[in-house]
């Protein structure tokens, strides 16, 4: 069949079974075929992108827009702006830090009217677990959201309180009755401590790598239990990796995610005072570094989301005993994270699964992830090779800040394409439901 509305071509098309020479040909927002590269079809638009690699949309499901209630923190106007800037074309949103929180069906109701009409990406929602919600979860569940968020420990604000492990057990076995997901936020609460002044030491030993892996511990002990199947939330310590591997060699349905910032940044390059680069759990060493490394490639690790968590700089202020905990990452995770790993002799295609399909495939969000006959047509002009320094005016959230300035990165998003149109200030996102 003719008649393609948009053929684009690449030397580096990064496809499922890797990175080639093609062209893909999209018609009425899907793509309608997948050729090779010299024999790309007649089409409305063509557009050849040398060895500018084409990818797909990336998927990030850790996102926290904050829009309503917290607007002046982030807003989806702004979030999906800075999301297709880095390549991301569908963004699954946090039920917290916006107001109220999306624990209940009428408090999702209004995240999506406040979301309507203003998003430049396409923007999935996540529901919340919170203690005496659990009637609330299968509503939330037929109404779409593509899962449930809880925390083990203190989430930071006081409308979205933690479950403690037996209040975990009831709303597992809730989420399990319809095999529904569950995403964790993993740190053992009595393996915590409050910081005693405001250096980064202080802070990294209050919240211990055991922390993580006795919560992730718990998580598996309640999966196995209930059978629900459970995602760990920005995994930060090595160490909880072991217990994760043993536990999915036995069957327990479970798998985990880690951040560009995890990935990227060390202990060592927090300066006194750099509260921009406080997250919980916190940034620690580069032995550490190397160990989540090693687990992504091995596998251990499924996906590579942001968890970007904006705020105003003044909550920014203060020691990191006071400052808000959380790394605005939305448009720079796709440099940040390629630049670390082709260092590491990563390929593309090892990013593209690790940023774009896993995250798809954990939430269930249907029609993305790759570059395949029958998807949506989001797509990524990437110029691999080119490097630029992170300048906070290039940014498209509503604050500027971010750990990475002045920071030399690799690779230069050029264009990004939703349900194969180029994204441009006209807000052509949709709502998804899972
Ligand atoms: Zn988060």
Redo the contacts with the bound molecule.
């Keep these: 069949m003719s008649g393609y509305d948009l053929v684009v071509r690449s030397r580096r098309t990064v496809l499922p079974d890797g990175e080639r020479p093609a062209a893909v040909a999209v018609r009425d927002g899907r793509i309608a075929a997948v050729t090779g590269h010299d024999d790309a079809p007649p089409a409305g638009t063509r557009v050849d992108l040398g060895e500018v690699a084409l990818l797909p949309g990336l998927v990030d499901t ?1 996102v ?1 827009v904050n829009e309503p209630g917290r607007t002046e923190w982030e807003g989806f106007a702004t979030a999906t702006r800075a999301a297709a800037a880095g390549g991301v074309t569908t963004i699954v949103d ?1 039920p917290l830090n916006s107001l109220p929180p999306v624990t209940t069906a009428a408090a999702l109701a209004v995240k999506r009217e406040a979301a309507a009409g203003r998003c430049r990406t396409d923007v999935g929602f996540w529901g919340g677990a919170i203690p005496g919600n659990t009637p609330e979860l299968r509503a939330l569940h037929g109404l779409g959201v593509f899962g449930f968020k809880c925390f083990t420990a203190d989430s930071g604000v006081p409308e979205f309180p933690p479950l403690s492990y037996e209040e975990m057990e009831e709303a597992f076995t809730e989420i399990a009755s319809f095999d529904g997901l569950v995403i964790v936020h993993a740190e053992d609460p009595g393996s915590l401590s409050v910081p005693v002044g405001g250096a980064y030491d202080a802070f990294l030993a209050s919240r211990p790598p055991s922390a993580e892996q006795k919560a992730i511990e718990q998580v598996i002990r309640l999966a196995e239990a209930t059978g629900v199947r459970a995602h760990i ?2 995994l930060s310590a090595a160490d909880g990796v072991e217990p994760l591997s043993r536990a999915r060699a036995r069957g327990v349905r479970v798998s985990a995610e880690t951040c560009p910032h995890y990935l990227t940044l060390s202990a060592a390059d927090v300066r006194p005072g750099a509260t921009r680069l406080k997250c919980c759990p916190p940034i620690r060493d580069a032995a550490n570094r190397d160990g989540l490394w090693r687990a992504l490639a091995a596998g251990a690790i499924d996906c590579v989301v942001s ?1 970007h ?1 904006p705020c105003p700089p003044e909550l920014k202020r203060g020691g990191f005993d006071e400052a808000w905990g959380g790394i605005s990452s939305l448009q720079l995770g796709l440099p940040a994270v390629w630049t670390e790993a082709r260092g590491r002799g990563h390929a593309l295609a090892d990013v593209v699964r690790w940023m774009s399909a896993a995250p798809a495939a954990l939430a269930g969000v249907t029609g993305k992830g790759a570059i395949e006959v029958g998807n949506d047509a989001d797509l990524v002009a990437f110029a691999a090779d080119e490097t630029f320094t992170v300048d906070p005016a290039a940014l498209r959230t509503r604050h500027r800040l971010t750990p990475y300035e002045g920071r030399e990165l690799t690779g230069v998003v050029r264009a990004t394409w939703l349900r194969g149109e180029v994204v441009d200030d006209t807000p052509r996102g949709r709502l998804l439901r899972r």
């Design positions: 850790h926290h946090m939330l920005h968890d968590s």
